[in-house]
């Protein structure tokens, strides 16, 4: 689903087919009234055009590059995707560990 939402923000077109793994699966998807036999498109797993995706590296990936600590904080490499629009964001954000500390006694004294 998650594959299928970015897919559908960059208008692709990915196929597929359910693929019961054992008997068990096989009997609660027939139950279930799946047709095993249908190839799904990206509107089958993705209902609507109001599709946004997003995703944060935690570890270095072919994608993302995962958190990176510093002293002073982390750094964070996220990606946001919009269907509507088609707008695609590539996000760098820097956290300051100070000021986590300023919020985190904040919303202590705040009762939050």
């Known amino acids: 689903m998650i594959a299928a939402c970015a897919l559908k923000c960059l208008g692709g077109a990915p196929l597929g087919r359910l693929y019961p793994r054992n008997e068990r ?20 797993l993705v209902h609507g055009d109001r599709v946004c995706f997003a995703a944060t590296g935690i570890t270095d990936g072919e994608l993302l590059r995962g958190v990176r600590f510093s002293s002073r904080g982390a ?4 990606l ?12 760098e954000a820097e ?3 100070s000021e986590f500390n300023a919020i985190s ?3 202590a004294v705040q009762g939050t």
């Open 25 to 44: 699966e096989r009997r609660l998807a027939l139950e279930r009234g799946c047709d095993l036999d249908q190839v799904l498109t990206v509107d089958d």
């Open 75 to 78: 750094v964070t490499h996220s």
């Open 80 to 91: 946001s995707m919009r269907a509507p629009s088609g707008t695609v964001r590539v996000i």
């Open 95 to 97: 956290h300051r560990f």
């Open 105 to 107: 006694r904040y919303a």
